[in-house]
Protein backbone atom coordinates (compact mmCIF):
# COMPACT_ATOMS: atom_id res chain seq x y z
CA UNK A 1 0.00 0.00 0.00
CA UNK A 2 3.28 2.06 0.28
CA UNK A 3 4.20 2.38 -2.88
CA UNK A 4 0.86 2.77 -3.78
CA UNK A 5 0.16 5.78 -1.68
CA UNK A 6 3.36 7.65 -2.71
CA UNK A 7 2.18 6.94 -6.46
CA UNK A 8 -1.11 9.08 -5.65
CA UNK A 9 1.14 11.38 -3.73
CA UNK A 10 2.95 11.94 -6.41
CA UNK A 11 0.44 11.45 -9.63
CA UNK A 12 -2.55 13.74 -8.23
CA UNK A 13 -0.08 17.12 -8.11
CA UNK A 14 1.22 16.76 -10.89
CA UNK A 15 -2.59 16.31 -12.54
CA UNK A 16 -3.78 19.20 -10.38
CA UNK A 17 -0.67 21.80 -12.00
CA UNK A 18 -1.78 20.18 -15.61
CA UNK A 19 -5.19 21.38 -14.96
CA UNK A 20 -4.10 24.64 -13.83
CA UNK A 21 -2.08 25.36 -16.73
CA UNK A 22 -4.79 24.34 -19.23
CA UNK A 23 -7.35 26.16 -17.23
CA UNK A 24 -5.38 29.30 -17.31
CA UNK A 25 -5.51 30.18 -20.90
CA UNK A 26 -9.43 30.18 -20.65
CA UNK A 27 -9.35 31.99 -17.48
CA UNK A 28 -7.40 35.01 -19.04
CA UNK A 29 -9.76 34.97 -22.15
CA UNK A 30 -12.71 34.79 -19.86
CA UNK A 31 -11.51 38.31 -17.63
CA UNK A 32 -9.93 40.27 -20.71
CA UNK A 33 -13.60 39.70 -22.21
CA UNK A 34 -14.61 42.32 -19.61
CA UNK A 35 -11.11 44.23 -19.06
CA UNK A 36 -11.23 47.94 -20.30
CA UNK A 37 -8.98 48.60 -23.38
CA UNK A 38 -6.76 50.43 -20.92
CA UNK A 39 -5.96 46.79 -18.66
CA UNK A 40 -6.20 44.93 -21.41
CA UNK A 41 -3.19 46.49 -22.98
CA UNK A 42 -1.38 47.06 -19.48
CA UNK A 43 2.35 46.17 -18.67
CA UNK A 44 2.67 44.25 -17.09
CA UNK A 45 -0.57 42.22 -17.72
CA UNK A 46 -3.02 42.82 -15.28
CA UNK A 47 -4.78 39.13 -14.43
CA UNK A 48 -7.68 40.70 -12.87
CA UNK A 49 -9.60 43.57 -14.31
CA UNK A 50 -9.92 46.64 -12.40
CA UNK A 51 -12.89 47.57 -13.76
CA UNK A 52 -15.75 44.85 -15.38
CA UNK A 53 -16.57 46.50 -18.56
CA UNK A 54 -19.54 44.01 -20.07
CA UNK A 55 -20.40 46.01 -22.82
CA UNK A 56 -17.78 44.30 -25.58
CA UNK A 57 -20.36 41.82 -25.69
CA UNK A 58 -22.45 44.53 -27.06
CA UNK A 59 -20.26 45.96 -29.84
CA UNK A 60 -19.66 42.14 -30.76
CA UNK A 61 -23.01 42.00 -32.11
CA UNK A 62 -22.81 45.57 -33.47
CA UNK A 63 -19.66 44.82 -35.25
CA UNK A 64 -20.16 41.44 -37.25
CA UNK A 65 -23.30 39.24 -37.65
CA UNK A 66 -22.87 36.91 -34.68
CA UNK A 67 -25.67 35.53 -35.09
CA UNK A 68 -25.74 34.74 -39.15
CA UNK A 69 -22.38 33.27 -38.48
CA UNK A 70 -23.54 30.83 -35.10
CA UNK A 71 -26.28 29.71 -37.34
CA UNK A 72 -23.61 28.90 -40.05
CA UNK A 73 -21.58 27.13 -37.49
CA UNK A 74 -24.53 24.75 -36.22
CA UNK A 75 -25.62 24.29 -39.44
CA UNK A 76 -22.06 23.26 -41.08
CA UNK A 77 -21.36 21.03 -37.84
CA UNK A 78 -24.54 19.10 -37.84
CA UNK A 79 -23.95 18.60 -41.46
CA UNK A 80 -20.72 16.88 -41.00
CA UNK A 81 -20.66 15.08 -37.73
CA UNK A 82 -24.05 13.37 -38.33
CA UNK A 83 -23.16 11.85 -41.63
CA UNK A 84 -19.40 11.52 -40.29
CA UNK A 85 -20.93 9.15 -37.68
CA UNK A 86 -22.97 7.36 -39.50
CA UNK A 87 -20.41 6.57 -42.57
CA UNK A 88 -17.75 5.56 -39.98
CA UNK A 89 -20.04 3.20 -37.76
CA UNK A 90 -20.61 1.39 -41.13
CA UNK A 91 -17.11 0.98 -42.22
CA UNK A 92 -15.82 0.43 -39.02
CA UNK A 93 -18.36 -2.54 -38.30
CA UNK A 94 -17.14 -3.49 -41.79
CA UNK A 95 -13.21 -3.72 -41.14
CA UNK A 96 -13.76 -4.82 -37.89
CA UNK A 97 -16.52 -8.25 -38.62
CA UNK A 98 -17.02 -8.20 -42.31
CA UNK A 99 -14.24 -10.56 -44.25
CA UNK A 100 -14.10 -9.28 -48.15
CA UNK A 101 -10.82 -9.18 -49.86
CA UNK A 102 -8.57 -6.79 -49.61
CA UNK A 103 -10.20 -5.90 -46.01
CA UNK A 104 -6.47 -4.91 -44.49
CA UNK A 105 -5.21 -3.40 -47.32
CA UNK A 106 -7.81 -1.26 -48.09
CA UNK A 107 -8.02 -0.49 -44.04
CA UNK A 108 -3.83 0.31 -44.01
CA UNK A 109 -4.78 2.97 -47.10
CA UNK A 110 -7.52 4.17 -45.36
CA UNK A 111 -5.06 4.76 -42.06
CA UNK A 112 -2.61 6.57 -44.33
CA UNK A 113 -4.88 8.97 -45.05
CA UNK A 114 -4.15 10.17 -41.26
CA UNK A 115 -0.19 10.66 -42.20
CA UNK A 116 -1.11 13.17 -45.07
CA UNK A 117 -1.29 17.02 -43.92
CA UNK A 118 -4.80 18.75 -44.72
CA UNK A 119 -2.86 21.40 -46.38
CA UNK A 120 -1.54 18.95 -49.10
CA UNK A 121 -4.67 18.13 -50.65
CA UNK A 122 -6.14 21.52 -50.01
CA UNK A 123 -5.93 22.86 -53.76
CA UNK A 124 -6.99 19.76 -55.42
CA UNK A 125 -10.12 19.68 -52.86
CA UNK A 126 -10.96 23.48 -54.07
CA UNK A 127 -10.22 22.64 -57.09
CA UNK A 128 -13.21 20.02 -57.24
CA UNK A 129 -15.07 22.58 -55.43
CA UNK A 130 -15.10 24.76 -58.55
CA UNK A 131 -15.96 22.06 -60.83
CA UNK A 132 -19.04 20.62 -58.83
CA UNK A 133 -19.85 24.52 -58.63
CA UNK A 134 -19.91 24.39 -54.93
CA UNK A 135 -17.80 27.22 -54.06
CA UNK A 136 -19.54 29.57 -51.60
CA UNK A 137 -22.46 26.98 -50.67
CA UNK A 138 -23.16 24.91 -48.03
CA UNK A 139 -22.41 21.75 -50.16
CA UNK A 140 -18.63 23.20 -50.22
CA UNK A 141 -18.16 23.49 -46.99
CA UNK A 142 -20.41 20.18 -45.76
CA UNK A 143 -18.97 17.46 -48.26
CA UNK A 144 -15.69 17.21 -47.84
CA UNK A 145 -15.52 17.01 -44.21
CA UNK A 146 -18.34 14.49 -43.81
CA UNK A 147 -15.90 11.70 -44.09
CA UNK A 148 -13.55 10.85 -41.21
CA UNK A 149 -10.13 8.18 -41.27
CA UNK A 150 -9.81 8.73 -37.28
CA UNK A 151 -13.45 8.16 -36.54
CA UNK A 152 -13.43 4.47 -39.01
CA UNK A 153 -10.17 3.97 -36.80
CA UNK A 154 -11.74 4.46 -33.22
CA UNK A 155 -15.37 2.74 -33.85
CA UNK A 156 -13.75 -0.24 -36.03
CA UNK A 157 -11.39 -0.74 -32.41
CA UNK A 158 -14.58 -0.18 -30.36
CA UNK A 159 -16.30 -3.37 -33.12
CA UNK A 160 -13.59 -5.39 -31.94
CA UNK A 161 -14.17 -5.04 -28.10
CA UNK A 162 -17.57 -6.07 -28.49
CA UNK A 163 -18.24 -9.95 -27.87
CA UNK A 164 -18.94 -12.39 -31.18
CA UNK A 165 -21.24 -14.43 -29.59
CA UNK A 166 -24.03 -11.82 -30.42
CA UNK A 167 -23.60 -11.69 -34.12
CA UNK A 168 -24.01 -15.52 -34.08
CA UNK A 169 -26.85 -15.86 -31.79
CA UNK A 170 -28.37 -13.29 -34.33
CA UNK A 171 -27.37 -14.98 -37.22
CA UNK A 172 -28.96 -18.39 -36.22
CA UNK A 173 -32.04 -16.32 -35.53
CA UNK A 174 -31.83 -15.64 -39.25
CA UNK A 175 -31.10 -11.81 -39.06
CA UNK A 176 -28.98 -10.08 -41.72
CA UNK A 177 -25.59 -8.38 -41.47
CA UNK A 178 -27.66 -4.94 -41.86
CA UNK A 179 -30.44 -6.11 -39.15
CA UNK A 180 -27.33 -6.98 -36.75
CA UNK A 181 -25.72 -3.94 -37.11
CA UNK A 182 -28.41 -1.58 -36.56
CA UNK A 183 -30.61 -3.42 -33.81
CA UNK A 184 -27.43 -5.22 -31.99
CA UNK A 185 -24.15 -3.63 -32.81
CA UNK A 186 -24.99 0.47 -32.90
CA UNK A 187 -26.89 0.29 -29.77
CA UNK A 188 -23.84 -1.07 -28.06
CA UNK A 189 -21.41 1.53 -29.19
CA UNK A 190 -22.95 4.96 -27.79
CA UNK A 191 -20.06 5.88 -26.07
CA UNK A 192 -17.46 5.17 -29.39
CA UNK A 193 -20.47 6.92 -31.13
CA UNK A 194 -20.58 9.93 -28.85
CA UNK A 195 -15.99 9.99 -28.46
CA UNK A 196 -16.62 10.43 -32.53
CA UNK A 197 -19.44 12.95 -32.28
CA UNK A 198 -17.42 15.43 -29.80
CA UNK A 199 -14.44 15.16 -31.87
CA UNK A 200 -16.55 15.56 -35.20
CA UNK A 201 -17.91 18.71 -33.56
CA UNK A 202 -14.67 20.12 -32.06
CA UNK A 203 -12.81 19.51 -34.98
CA UNK A 204 -15.89 21.12 -37.30
CA UNK A 205 -16.54 23.79 -34.64
CA UNK A 206 -12.87 25.02 -34.90
CA UNK A 207 -12.57 25.12 -38.43
CA UNK A 208 -11.08 27.76 -40.19
CA UNK A 209 -8.97 27.25 -42.98
CA UNK A 210 -11.42 25.57 -45.16
CA UNK A 211 -14.47 27.76 -44.59
CA UNK A 212 -11.97 30.66 -44.97
CA UNK A 213 -11.04 29.21 -48.45
CA UNK A 214 -14.18 28.13 -49.76
CA UNK A 215 -16.48 30.85 -48.68
CA UNK A 216 -16.32 34.17 -50.24
CA UNK A 217 -19.67 35.83 -48.97
CA UNK A 218 -20.54 37.26 -45.41
CA UNK A 219 -23.92 34.91 -45.66
CA UNK A 220 -21.81 32.12 -45.23
CA UNK A 221 -19.24 33.14 -42.99
CA UNK A 222 -19.02 30.50 -39.54
CA UNK A 223 -17.82 31.95 -36.37
CA UNK A 224 -13.96 31.24 -36.46
CA UNK A 225 -13.89 33.15 -39.80
CA UNK A 226 -15.94 36.11 -38.68
CA UNK A 227 -14.44 36.75 -35.54
CA UNK A 228 -11.08 36.28 -36.72
CA UNK A 229 -12.24 39.84 -39.05
CA UNK A 230 -12.20 41.75 -35.75
CA UNK A 231 -8.58 41.53 -35.38
CA UNK A 232 -7.27 44.60 -36.78
CA UNK A 233 -4.14 46.83 -37.02
CA UNK A 234 -4.98 48.13 -33.40
CA UNK A 235 -6.49 45.15 -32.44
CA UNK A 236 -9.10 45.36 -29.93
CA UNK A 237 -8.30 42.41 -27.54
CA UNK A 238 -11.35 42.28 -25.25
CA UNK A 239 -13.68 42.49 -28.31
CA UNK A 240 -11.72 39.22 -29.85
CA UNK A 241 -12.30 37.65 -25.97
CA UNK A 242 -16.17 38.12 -25.86
CA UNK A 243 -16.20 36.56 -29.29
CA UNK A 244 -13.97 33.49 -28.26
CA UNK A 245 -16.12 33.77 -25.12
CA UNK A 246 -19.20 32.87 -27.03
CA UNK A 247 -18.11 30.86 -29.50
CA UNK A 248 -16.53 28.46 -26.40
CA UNK A 249 -19.67 28.17 -24.01
CA UNK A 250 -21.69 25.59 -26.55
CA UNK A 251 -18.97 22.80 -27.04
CA UNK A 252 -18.16 23.61 -23.23
CA UNK A 253 -22.19 22.41 -22.55
CA UNK A 254 -21.85 20.02 -25.09
CA UNK A 255 -18.33 18.12 -23.60
CA UNK A 256 -20.43 18.33 -20.11
CA UNK A 257 -23.50 16.54 -21.36
CA UNK A 258 -21.14 14.01 -23.61
CA UNK A 259 -18.62 13.70 -20.66
CA UNK A 260 -19.49 9.93 -19.53
CA UNK A 261 -19.74 8.77 -22.84
CA UNK A 262 -16.73 10.05 -24.22
CA UNK A 263 -14.44 8.76 -21.13
CA UNK A 264 -16.32 5.38 -21.35
CA UNK A 265 -15.51 5.61 -25.51
CA UNK A 266 -11.96 6.50 -25.27
CA UNK A 267 -11.46 3.74 -22.48
CA UNK A 268 -12.93 0.58 -24.52
CA UNK A 269 -11.85 1.53 -27.84
CA UNK A 270 -8.53 0.96 -27.45
CA UNK A 271 -8.65 -2.69 -25.55
CA UNK A 272 -8.55 -4.69 -28.43
CA UNK A 273 -6.01 -3.94 -31.66
Avoid at 6 to 28: D, K, S, Y
Avoid at 36 to 64: C, G, M, N
Avoid at 120 to 127: A, D, F, R, T, W
Wanted: net charge positive; charged share 10%; proline share 7%.
Amino acid sequence: MRPSLIGRGLVHPALLAGAFFMFLPFFWMATTSVKTYADSVQLPPVWIPTKLDFSWYAHLFERIKFGIYLKNTVIVTVGRVVPQVLFCAMAGYGFARLRFPGRQAIFVLMLALLMVPGQVVLIPQYYEMVLLGWVDTYAGLIVPQAFSAYGIFLLRQFFLTLPRELEDAAKIDGCSYWTIFWRIMLPLTVPALATLAFFGVLWSWNDFLWPLIVVNSDRLKVLSVGISTLNSIVPEYPLLMAGAMLSTVPLIVFFVALQKFIIRGIAFSGIKG
